[in-house]
């Protein structure tokens, strides 16, 4: 079993920063990649961005250019740098790995808890 612990949400108001971090634990015998999502109410859940083994990186298009992903290999972190924060970036960020949990080629995706961000006016 993989475990993803997160941190760094709160509350902050409309231009400043946050940034959120993520460590996997656990069963882990190679992490393919390891990403952020988020929900706003009433919305479905969307990639905001990830990073995969490689260090090749993917972001939706309304956080380019303002969010950073990165990953800190040796202790299966990682970060989401977000600035120039806007009110529509509020909604529970979740933490995503893809791993494999034995030598087998077989991977399973993995959440973490989840955590709040909201941007205010």
């Known amino acids: 079993q993989v475990q993803l612990v997160e941190s760094g949400g709160g509350l902050v108001q409309a231009g400043g920063s946050l940034r959120l971090s993520c460590s996997a634990s656990?069963?882990?015998?190679?992490?393919?990649?390891m990403g952020w999502y988020r929900q706003a109410p009433g919305k479905q859940r969307e990639l905001v961005a990830r990073i995969i083994s490689g260090g090749s990186t993917d972001y939706a298009d309304s956080v380019k250019g303002r969010f950073t992903i990165s990953r800190e290999n040796a202790k299966n972190t990682v970060y989401l740098q977000m600035n120039s924060l806007k009110i529509e970036d509020t909604a529970v960020y979740y933490c995503n790995c893809n791993a494999d949990p034995t030598i087998v080629r077989r991977s399973f995706d993995y959440w973490g808890q989840g955590t709040q961000v909201t941007v205010s006016s």
């Open positions: 656990g069963s882990i015998f190679r992490l393919n990649a």
